[in-house]
């Protein structure tokens, strides 16, 4: 069922398949508000108190809304320090999900992270990944690696519509791991969807291709499963054969063909906090369970509640039911239509869990320099009170390795089953706004830079004067009423 919102020539979205039980009041700062908000926060949004943020799309990850079975399950928290009964439903929901059986539970997808790169990973590795997120390409780091993106080429390209632009570039992979050898690569990763690339999926054919090339020269393959249900969606509405499939048979067709996984249950394990790591690898699970116990907890609880271990075994499950995961998706398409109809460019075609904006199609007449993307981030905050991030120069700045990311990115992610449609077609209005103005937003410069994952804390002072290119007059929007 789909209602047309406004007027049946407007884009559509599918009827949520959901209730509300439970209001949040949304907070209204005034513009003057904003502003002031804006200078305390040094011009970084991680900075903002939530109280100054109307809508907030900074992440998808640990901010949806439980199910009424969620916070049930929470009540039947068995709080023991091991051997709790939550862990055991928590150990089979996984294991009948991905088939791996070594499973730690972690408090957060970093944290497994942590304990898969500490163990594998040596000085001198090179990792390779569809597109490292942050804090995978972070922990490469810290542990003397060198983290490498071989995405497909398409992925790079915002205008193309190729339909898995989380793909590997399976020859550049063959290439890397000849030259380097199964010595130097302790893993092949991919992360599906890629949420740095736009939240783009991983078709089953290249993840097939990805594991024959992992296996013939015996390096290991993991895949950083956090929006694995978001990819099984994408590839059963567009790879040929899968339709009549489940989303747990199709991801089970991924994880049957790799060693192992992270995952922050914070994203398709529909908790606020949570994550895991597995692996079929006995002697690799011994290793990280000393860690495990080190950082986070006995494995029994690994670093969470005993019942948040049972919400999370409640959302893997209610994150693979198909009204669900359509309506996501289709949020997503929603705000991509009301976009399209006053000519914003985004990254094409949406992604699994939000919105990218096109930086550099949105403000052409700014230059890296002016630090386009969080220019556009402020200005969507000063403009409605939207709360997004910047995925470019900043997140992925100059230690990449290249002066410029090939991708500047505002990303406007869809936190899972909190916002309405009317909230949608608000922050479709906000972006539209800046749009139509898009030639006064100037450039910002950053006036301290912590040394590493800089985005979280960095502060930033807008720039004076004109901007550095000449404005150039876009093409012009027509005119709506404001909401
Ligand atoms: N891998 C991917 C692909 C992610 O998107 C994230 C988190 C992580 C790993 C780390 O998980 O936050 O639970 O420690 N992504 C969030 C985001 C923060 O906003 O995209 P975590």
Known sequence: MRVPLNDPTEPTLPVEPYKVKVVERIPNPSR??????????????????????????????????????QWAALMIGDESYAGSRNFARFESTVRSITGFHHILPTHQGRAAENLLFSTLCR?????????????????????????????????????????????????????????????????????IT?????????????????????????????????????????VRERESGMRAKSIAEIGRAFFDLCDGATMSAKKDGLVNIGGFVATRDRSLAARMKELLILYEGFPTYGGLARRDLEAMSVGLEEAMDLDYLTHRVEQVRYVAGLLDARAVPYLHPVGGHGIYLD???????????DLPGQALAVELYREGGLRTVEVGSIMFGPDQGSKRPPLELVRLAIPRRVYSASHLAFVADVVARVYERRADVRGLTMVYRPERLPHFTARFAPKRGASSRAPRAGRAAPRRKRA
């Open 359 to 369: 930086v550099r199609r949105f403000l052409p007449h700014l230059s890296d320099e």
């Open 194 to 234: 890629n949420n740095t690339g736009g939240g783009q999926p991983v078709s089953l054919a290249n993840f097939r291709e990805v594991a024959r090339t992992a296996r013939a020269h015996g390096v290991p393959l993991y895949v950083d499963m956090c929006r694995w249900a978001e990819n099984a969606y994408f």
């Open 32 to 69: 003057e508000d904003r502003e002031r908000a804006l200078v305390r926060a040094g011009f970084n949004l991680f900075n903002l108190h939530s109280d100054e943020v109307r809508i907030d799309l900074l992440t998808d990850s640990g901010t949806g809304a439980m199910s009424d079975r």
């Open 123 to 191: 000085p001198g590795n090179v990792v390779p990944n569809n597109m490292h997120f942050d804090t995978t390409r972070a922990h490469v780091l810290r542990n003397g690696g060198r983290p490498v993106n071989v995405a497909v080429r398409d992925a790079y390209d915002p205008q193309s519509d190729f339909p898995f632009k989380g793909n590997i570039d399976v020859p550049a992979l063959d290439a890397l791991l000849r030259r380097e050898g199964r010595e130097n690569v302790p893993l092949v990763m991919v992360t």
